[in-house]
C-alpha cells in the first residue's frame, strides 16, 4: 500500500500506521473526498521540522522522570508536577491545551491498584517468565519524559516528511521542534543506541484524536523491542525477517494467551513507517473488532542508526494500546474511566495493589449508567475547506474545542449528517455531541451551557457557520 493511500484513508483512526488490505482497508479506502479534505494542520503555519536522518534526540536523551507520582491517591498526583509553562508557551508554534496539561504526570501505569499498572504488571510476568527460561531479560522503562523532540518522535523512527501524523491537526507540539510523543516508539532510537537489545517502554501518550469510548487525547502504549543476531535465525542462508516476524507473532499471541485465556483474535496486515512487514492484532470485544497492538519487523535504517550491523541483525518491535488491553481484560466500558476518581472505580482495582495475581480475576462491574444527552450541532464548513485548501475545521479542531468546554462529560462526537447545496456548492456537516457522566445525572442547565459554549467557539476559532 502506498503511503499516499495511507494519507487518505487512515486520519479518522489517527493510526501511525493504516491497513495494508482486508475489508477494512476498502473501506477506508471509499472515504469520500470531502473528509479527506479535512487532514489540514490548525495553524496556517506549522513550520513543521525538516527532515533528518534517523538519529538519536537531545532532548530525548535526558529524559528520565525525576517527577514521579508514587502515590495512590489520584488526587496527590496532578499535574503541577509538570509546570504549565513547560508544555504551554502561548505562542503560535505551541497546541498543548490546559486540558491536556491536567493529564500529564498522573503516572496511572505506574499507581499501584490502578488497572492499567496491573496490566503493567501482567505484562511483565508474560515477559520475565520468557526470558527466565532464555537466560536474558527485558529491560525496562516506564519513567521516561513524555516531552521529546520531533525528531525522536518522527525521524528516528523514519516517518515521512509529509506523514499526517506530524501534522499539528494530529500532533500536540510545544514548539516546531518538541512534541508530547504520540508513541512510546519515540524510544527506540535512544534505548538501542544506548546498547538495549531487549526492552519494554510504558508511558503516557497524545495524540489530537476524535471521541468515542475507545478513543483519548492521552493514552498509555508499551513499546517492545527485541533484537536477535544471525547465529538465532540460523546463519546467512536463511530468511532472518521471516524468523523474526514469526517470532513476534508467537511472542504475541503468547501474550495475549497470559493475558486472556481463549480470546477471539485477527492478525490485519498493516502498514508503519518503521518496521515491514507490519501487522496489528485485534480482539473481538463487545461485539466489535478492537485494535490492541500494532506491531513488525524493524527496518533495518533504525538498527544502522542505532550502531546495530542490519546484515548480521534483525529485531521485532510492537507497540500496544494498554487502556485497549485493559478494557478486554477488566471488562471496562468506556476509556474515560481509567481518569476517574469516583471510589467506586478505583475501589474495584486498589484491592490489587499488594497482590500480583489479583488481575486474574479482577473485574470491573458497572456502577451505573446515566441516562445520556444528545445535543446536535449543524453548520456550513468555511470555504477553505471546501476547496481542499487549509482549513481551521477539522474534525480534530472540533473534537479539541468540545473537549476544552465539556471535559470527560463528553463521551462521542459523530459526524451524522453531510451534504452539498447544490446552488451554492457550500457543503454542511451535522455532528451530534454526546454527553454522559460517568458518576452523576446531568442537568439541562449543565449541558445548555456547556453547548452554548461550544457553539460560540466553533465560529469564533473554527470559522464555521452555524445554520
Ligand atoms: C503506533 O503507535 C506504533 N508506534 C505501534 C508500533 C510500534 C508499530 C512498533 C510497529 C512497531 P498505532 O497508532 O496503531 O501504532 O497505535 C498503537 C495502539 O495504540 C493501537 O493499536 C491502540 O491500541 C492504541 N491507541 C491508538 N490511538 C489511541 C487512542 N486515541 N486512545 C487509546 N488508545 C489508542
Ligand atoms: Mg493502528
Redesign the pocket.
Known amino acids: 500500500m502506498s503511503l499516499g493511500t495511507h494519507l487518505e484513508s487512515e486520519f479518522r ?5 493504516a491497513r495494508a488490505g482486508g475489508a477494512d482497508a476498502a473501506a477506508a479506502g471509499a472515504e469520500p473526498p470531502w473528509r479527506r479534505g479535512r487532514l489540514k494542520p490548525t495553524f496556517s503555519s506549522p513550520h513543521l521540522p525538516p527532515p533528518l536522518p534517523p538519529g538519536i534526540s537531545r532532548a530525548s536523551a535526558s529524559i528520565r522522570t525525576k517527577k514521579v507520582c508514587t502515590s495512590s491517591a489520584a488526587t496527590d498526583c496532578v499535574a503541577a508536577q509538570i509546570p504549565r509553562s513547560d508544555v504551554i508557551t502561548g505562542r503560535d508554534d505551541c497546541n498543548v491545551t490546559d486540558a491536556i496539561h491536567s493529564r500529564m504526570g498522573r503516572g496511572l501505569h505506574r499507581r499501584p491498584g490502578h488497572p492499567l499498572s496491573l496490566i503493567r504488571a501482567a505484562i511483565y510476568e508474560h515477559f520475565d517468565a520468557r526470558s527466565g527460561s532464555e537466560g536474558s531479560s527485558f529491560a525496562k522503562f516506564d519513567d521516561l519524559w513524555p516531552v521529546v523532540s520531533a525528531k525522536a518522535n518522527f525521524d528516528s ?1 523514519l516517518v515521512p516528511a509529509d506523514h499526517v501524523s506530524r501534522g499539528y491537526n494530529d500532533t500536540y507540539y510545544v514548539d516546531a521542534d518538541t512534541v508530547l510523543r ?4 519515540a524510544h ?1 532510537a535512544e534505548l538501542l543506541t544506548a546498547g538495549e537489545r531487549r526492552f519494554l517502554v510504558t508511558g503516557d ?1 497524545y ?1 489530537r ?2 471521541i468515542d469510548a ?4 492521552a ?1 498509555h ?1 508499551m ?1 517492545g ?1 527485541r533484537v536477535f543476531d544471525q547465529s538465532e535465525w540460523g546463519g546467512e542462508g536463511a530468511d532472518g525477517t521471516a524468523f523474526c516476524q514469526e517470532e513476534l507473532r508467537k511472542e504475541l499471541e503468547g501474550l495475549a494467551k497470559h493475558l486472556f485465556g481463549d480470546v477471539e483474535m485477527r492478525w490485519v496486515d ?1 502498514y ?1 513507517p ?2 515491514e512487514p ?1 501487522m ?2 485485534e480482539i473481538f470485544y463487545q461485539d466489535e473488532w ?7 519487523v ?1 527496518q533495518p535504517a533504525i538498527l544502522e542508526a542505532a550502531g546495530v550491523d542490519p546484515a548480521t541483525n534483525k529485531a521485532w ?5 494498554l ?3 485493559a478494557m478486554v481484560l477488566f471488562g471496562i466500558p468506556d ?1 474515560r474511566l481509567f481518569w476517574s476518581d469516583d471510589e467506586r472505580f478505583t475501589k474495584q482495582f486498589s484491592k490489587g495493589a499488594g497482590d500480583k495475581d489479583a488481575w486474574r480475576s479482577l473485574r470491573f462491574s458497572s456502577f451505573s449508567k446515566y441516562p445520556p444527552v444528545f445535543k446536535d450541532v449543524a453548520f456550513w464548513l468555511p470555504p477553505s475547506a471546501e476547496d481542499g485548501a487549509e482549513s481551521t475545521f477539522t474534525e480534530n479542531n472540533l473534537c479539541e474545542v468540545v473537549r476544552a468546554e465539556g471535559g470527560d462529560l463528553i463521551e462521542e462526537v459523530k459526524l451524522i449528517d453531510e451534504f452539498v447545496n447544490k446552488k451554492t456548492g457550500r457543503t454542511s456537516n451535522c455532528f451530534r455531541v454526546t454527553y454522559r457522566s460517568m458518576e452523576r445525572s446531568l442537568t439541562d442547565d449543565e449541558i445548555n451551557g456547556i453547548q452554548t459554549r461550544v457553539r460560540e467557539r466553533m465560529e469564533a476559532e473554527l470559522g464555521v457557520e452555524l445554520r
Open positions: 483512526r489517527l493510526n501511525l500506521g523512527v504520540c508513541h512510546t516508539s527506540q501518550v495524540r484524536d476524535s475507545t478513543h483519548y487525547p493514552f502504549q513499546e523491542v498493516a508503519f518503521f518496521t507490519s496489528e492484532l478492537l485494535e490492541v497492538l500494532g506491531c513488525g524493524m518491535a510492537f507497540g500496544l494500546g487502556e485497549r488491553l476509556i
